[in-house]
């Protein structure tokens, strides 16, 4: 076989040989409803912190709000979560100042955090809160006809 075929040999098991890509650092948040006591917080952590990748799990009981941070996927830590058998979906709020319309009734929810509203696709339908056509020109400073309130 000789020099030759060992190097040979070698380069071809190198070719072969798959690199797996290292996933990235990411923050997984998610919305736990019914953290009502320390109990749930800590059996919320153990199970996440199980997940193989992540580095720190913090818990917001007030807000319900799980947050993970790791090299996680973030499929497989809504999967890990859901088995605390609660409802669980990721953490659906943005601040109002990220949506184009925040007052929308898609996008306003009660149960959000203040400062916070449901984020929502920009296509949303706006139709709900805009005013009607026929009120602003009602009102307006080019129509010789409109009311004089002012």
Not at 3 to 31: C, H, N, P, W
Not at 54 to 72: A, F, H
Not at 134 to 146: A, G, K, L, V
Request: hydrophobic share 35%.
């Amino acid at each position: 076989m000789g020099v030759e075929g060992t190097m040979e040999y070698i380069s071809d098991f190198l070719k072969k040989r798959k690199r797996k890509k290292k996933k990235q650092m990411q923050t997984v948040a998610l919305r736990v409803a019914r953290i009502d006591c320390e109990g749930c917080e800590r059996k919320i952590k153990h199970i996440l912190s199980g997940v193989k990748g992540v580095k720190s799990v913090d818990v917001d009981v007030k807000l319900q709000k799980v947050t993970v941070m790791g090299y996680v996927d973030p499929k497989k830590v809504l999967e890990a979560a859901k088995s605390t058998k609660k409802k669980v979906e990721l953490w659906p709020y943005v601040p109002y100042t990220m949506v184009a319309n925040p007052y929308i009734s898609q996008a306003y929810d009660k149960k959000a955090p203040p400062n916070m509203v449901r984020k929502v696709p920009d296509t949303a339908t706006v139709n709900e809160t805009t005013v009607d056509d026929s009120y602003t020109i009602m009102f307006s400073d080019e129509n010789p006809n409109s009311c004089f309130i002012m």
